[in-house]
Nanobody, 122 residues
């Protein structure tokens, strides 16, 4: 059974950095694009970034461009989300998801992790 496990969340002050990891198990990792999504309290889930199977196609939400960097290690079957210059509006639960289409549309993803909390506050 495919499983995605997020880690690396925590509490940081505005301007700080965190690196999230998404470890994939039970699937052929290179067959899947990985997306990151987040959900703030009282708000709908929103896309953050995705990376294609090969890593050559990447996209970011406008709100995180220039601050977040997505990457993948196909040997370690892990995707990383480096988050710099964090803002209070980045607070939320961050989820990674695996799908056969590299897209910002959540409904195209087949498998989801349990999420990791990111809190940005002074």
């Amino acid at each position: 059974q495919p499983q995605l496990v997020e880690s690396g969340g925590g509490s940081v002050q505005p301007g700080g950095s965190l690196t999230l990891s998404c470890a994939a198990h039970g699937l052929i990792f290179t067959d899947y694009a990985i997306g990151w999504f987040r959900q703030a309290p009282g708000k709908q889930r929103e896309p953050v970034s995705f990376i294609s199977m090969s890593g050559r196609s990447i996209n970011y939400a406008d709100s995180v461009k220039g601050r977040f960097t997505i990457s993948r290690d196909n040997v370690k079957t892990t995707v990383f989300l480096q988050m710099n210059n964090l803002k209070s509006e980045d607070t939320g639960v961050y989820y990674c998801a695996a799908g056969t289409i590299a897209t910002m549309y959540a409904q195209e993803y087949d498998y989801w992790g349990q999420g990791t909390q990111v809190t940005v506050s002074s």
